[in-house]
Each structure stands twice: as C-alpha cells, then as structure tokens.
C-alpha cells in the first residue's frame, strides 16, 4: 500500500516563513518531488529530493530524511502569489510517481 | 516551445457518450503521462507512456478508460461510455528522459458528464 500525509491548510502573513511537512508509507521510494497548483492552474514542478538533506532553490528549500519517511517543503519571505497549492511526490520507481493530497497554503497581506 | 497543450480545455457531454481528451507533449520528451484530478481523490496517475509504449496502466480506473500514443507528439484519453463520477480535471504531463525529475504539465481538461 502507500499513503501521503500532508496538512490540508495552512496560513501565514506575508514575509513569513512557513513550512509544509510530507510523511509517506509508500512500497518502493526512489525519491520526494515539490509542485504548486494555483486555483484553476496545472501543477509546476518546485523541486526534488533524491538524497536525504536540503535543497535550496531561491526562495523556496526542500527537505528529505528517508530513515523518518519525512521530507518537507520551506518558503521564506512569502509573497502574496505563493498562496496555493502544494503537493509532495514520491517517486516509487522509473517514472511513476504518486502525489500527495496538497497543502492549501493562504498568505494573509 | 509552446508546453504541453491539450484539448479541449473544457467537455461537458452526457452520460453514456464517449470523450476523446488529447494531448501534445514538449518536443523531444520521452514520457507522456495522464493524470486525473479530483476533490475526493486527489491527484492520481493514470498511464504513462516511454516513447510511444505504455509502460504502467495500473492506475486507469476500468475498461471504459483506454489510452493511445500512435507517434511522439499525440496521445489520446478515450472515455467510452462517459460516467458521472468520470468528471474532474484531465492533466496530461511530459518528462524529458529517463531518470528526469520534473513532469511539465499541460493545462488540463476539465470534463463534466451530466
């Protein structure tokens, strides 16, 4: 079986840093991917974690520890337009990958 | 390059029709996947495809979903008879090669089946 857990909402004030967790019990983990989905849009690709530690891509950073089954996703200095949603990944094997139920995250001005 | 692009971007058809969802990956991507959005369930992965073969259809919910990819740059998503619980958000994705970390994903298609 596999399972995702995310958090179903958070909200933040603008500038803020806030962090969306992702634990997983998935049969087969190759590796933790990062989209946001803004209302009405497709998901875009933020980032990937094949190896346990930090990823850090501007304003945004990625987190994995794979003994935990925990990664998480860290936004910092938040902005008006980063208020959406966001999925965590895992990658099971080749190219399947299997999404989490995303994080509505609302930045307050 | 123009993306994935997708049509139509929105269907609305009656139960018991069939709907043909389409798609044109980015130039030069090897995969192509088709994801299926909905409130209840999420964000799931249908089929995916690795230069024109299907490669795990393991998510396509039965046998009225079928899935094509007659050359590189066209995939259709076939429907047959529609449902109601067929409606949600139709995404189709394409990654660059094998071990590629970032699906770039098309706009979506939004099906309703009344």
């Known amino acids: 079986g596999q399972s995702l857990e995310q958090p179903s909402e958070v909200t933040a004030v603008e500038g803020a840093i806030v962090q969306i967790n992702c634990t997983y019990q998935?049969?087969?983990?190759?590796?933790l991917s990062w989209y946001q989905q803004h209302d009405g849009g497709a998901p875009t690709f933020l980032s990937y974690?094949?190896?346990?530690g930090l990823e850090e891509t501007g304003r945004f950073s990625s987190f994995l520890s794979r003994s935990d089954s925990y990664g998480y996703l860290l936004l910092q200095e938040l902005q008006m337009k980063d208020s959406a949603s966001y999925f965590c990944?895992?990658?099971?094997?080749?190219?399947?990958?299997?999404f989490g139920p995303g994080t509505r995250l609302s930045v307050l001005p | 390059d123009a993306g994935v692009i997708q049509s139509p971007r929105h269907e609305v058809t009656e139960m018991g029709q069939e709907v043909t969802l389409r798609c044109k990956p980015i130039?030069?991507?090897?995969?192509l996947f088709w994801y299926r959005q909905t409130m209840m369930r999420g964000l799931e992965l249908l089929i995916y495809?690795?230069?024109?073969?299907?490669?795990?259809d393991s998510g396509m919910p039965e046998d009225r979903f079928s899935a094509k990819m007659p050359n590189a740059s066209f995939s259709t998503l076939k429907i047959q008879p529609s449902e109601p619980r067929d409606s949600a958000v139709y995404f189709c994705?394409?990654?660059?090669?094998?071990?590629?970390?970032?699906?770039?994903f098309g706009p979506g298609t939004r099906l309703t089946v009344l």
């Open positions: 990944a895992v990658r099971k094997g080749g190219q399947n990958f299997v």
């Open positions: 130039s030069g991507h090897d995969y």
């Open positions: 495809f690795n230069n024109n073969v299907p490669i795990d």
């Open positions: 994705a394409s990654s660059f090669r094998a071990g590629a970390n970032e699906q770039f």
């Open positions: 974690n094949g190896l346990d």
């Open positions: 998935t049969s087969g983990f190759y590796g």
